[in-house]
């Protein structure tokens, strides 16, 4: 017997499915839409979308999605339909014309793009085939015939979810941040299902009123020429590692050619509260305790691996090399991202929203070593932090990188952006999701794990907060690092550890 929340699911009124309708020979036509009109063209792929398109960019970025609930794919093919599918760039082909590619309004037939497998229910681990699941997904790619996106909707209980949703979408047709804005639109709160969902937003610091103004001044000028600094160094950085600059070689950085090759997506869930236990009482932010419980788990796992590397011998507490070079390529949306509630507003009422790929790069250097205080994982993540704000590093090389475009052309920009991030060793990422429960579709969510593959470098970490929970997510090409739930239990093990010594210090 169907439980009342999935009764609603499947009566809810809907609105028929409306898709752009246009071909290559319909192009610059007017369609009527909404009562309104509205003007359908073609129009060029920016820079950075194209370079998604090179043999060694070609990157998706994908969400897992866990669900309270059983998935009713009917439910979600009729809401797409009047949600997603109004975004131009998830209803356009992506068409080559004379060395051009340029966006082409088409017909979305749904069924191409909403894939939902046939399970045996009663399989010994779910976790387990999900987690195969997407490897193997990981090994194909969209057909460009249509429009390159698609969802798999699982019905499968796992130990974290009822059913699970995996959205996949080629990195051309937006940023990380962009494309999530986007999903998130696309869901409503479950306690009132007209309400976008809520992120937080930083709080800026109240000024102090009462300083004296010379000193105020003098404060600016040396922010200012801190700004000046930083900058000119990390920008010498990103030049000195296009040319020549890499990383020391260490058992998370991938070899050549890692970009072809499959991921293992794993992920664990803890508390975030426990995170921001941390933060109150060391005065930083998330961002920074993330990072730090990062870099303790990084060098907890690879002092293990230099350990057992050792013929015999006595166990130390340190195996580390003494100076370990090991940096993360973050990549930077340089535009302001468009908000949930523009993103909303353009699928409802066909609003005008700032949209593409504006990446710039920030090259975060992390700390592995092995330290007495565990709290000096997150003081050292913090002034790293700080420091990068005060930078322009992201809009700098993101201009270099322009400029490399404009004057040699895609090719060069591609290769220039290869070498940096192949110099590199990994990608970090910390999203922020909403505060309340909400649905996708009417299906109330467990879990958002985003990750993406197709990068050329074996690790990404993501952290995703969601309500009172943030969901590391590693994605890994296991030629590499063969163990990866062992990676991300070294991570979440270095929280207990982080959060135990500030107990234990009395900093709470």
């Known amino acids: 017997m169907e439980s009342t929340n999935s009764f609603r699911l499947r009566k809810q009124a809907l609105k028929p499915i409306e898709t752009a309708r246009s071909s290559a020979s319909q192009r610059d036509e007017e369609v009527s839409k909404n009562n309104g009109q509205r003007t359908c063209e073609e129009e060029p792929l920016s820079p950075s979308s194209r370079l998604y398109h090179e043999p060694n960019f070609n990157v998706y970025v994908i969400a897992i999605m866990g669900c309270k609930t059983k998935i009713y794919p009917d439910v979600v093919k009729a809401n797409l339909g009047h949600s997603l599918l109004r975004h131009p760039r998830f209803s356009s082909l992506q068409v080559e014309n004379n060395g051009e590619m340029r966006w082409v309004p088409t017909e979305v037939d749904l069924e191409r793009h909403v894939i939902v497998p046939e399970l045996d229910q009663n399989m010994d681990s779910p976790d387990k085939f999900l987690e195969d699941y997407v490897y193997n997904l990981s090994k194909t790619t969209i057909d460009k015939s249509q429009p390159l996106w698609d969802l798999h909707l699982l019905n499968l209980r796992t130990s974290e979810s009822e059913a699970v949703g995996i959205f996949r979408i080629h990195h051309s047709l937006g940023d990380g941040t962009s494309l999530l804005s986007l999903l998130l639109a696309c869901t409503r709160q479950m306690k009132d299902s007209k309400a976008l969902p809520t992120i937080p937003i930083r709080k800026k610091k109240d000024k102090k009123s009462d300083r004296i103004g010379i000193w105020r001044i003098l404060l600016r000028f040396w922010f200012v020429l801190q700004v000046f600094w930083n900058t000119v160094v990390d920008v010498f950085m990103f030049i000195a590692t296009a040319l020549f600059l890499t990383d020391t070689q260490n058992p998370l950085k991938g070899l050549p050619g ?251």
């Open 258 to 508: 890692s970009e072809s090759t499959p991921r293992r997506i794993v992920y664990r869930t803890v508390s975030l509260d426990d995170i921001k236990f941390v933060k109150n009482a060391m005065n930083t932010t998330i961002n920074d305790v993330a990072f730090g419980m990062t870099q303790a788990g990084l060098s907890r796992y690879i002092n293990r691996i230099c350990e057992n590397k050792k013929d015999g011998g006595a166990t130390e507490t340190n195996n580390l090399p003494k100076s370990i070079r090991l940096r993360s390529n973050l990549l930077v949306n340089i535009r302001p991202a468009p908000g949930i509630q523009a993103l909303a507003d353009m699928m409802e009422k066909d609003a005008e929203v700032k949209w593409g790929n504006w990446i710039g790069y920030v090259l975060l250097p992390f700390t592995i070593a092995v330290r007495e205080d565990p709290l000096d994982y997150v003081r050292n993540a913090k002034a790293i932090i700080d420091r990068k704000k005060r930078s322009l590093e992201a809009f700098c090389t993101f201009y270099i990188a322009d400029w490399a475009l404009n004057l040699f052309g895609i090719k060069a920009a591609s290769a220039l952006s290869h070498k940096v991030i192949s110099r590199t060793t990994m990608c970090f990422s910390n999203m922020v999701g909403p505060v309340e429960e909400i649905g996708f579709c009417g299906h109330p969510m467990a879990f958002l794990a985003p990750s993406s593959y197709g990068q050329p470098y074996a690790l990404m970490i993501n952290f995703q907060s969601y309500i009172d929970k943030m969901t590391i997510v590693l994605s890994v090409d296991e030629g590499t690092i063969p163990n990866p739930h062992q990676l991300c239990d070294d991570i979440v093990e270095s929280l207990q550890v982080i959060k135990d010594a500030v107990l234990t210090r009395g900093l709470a």
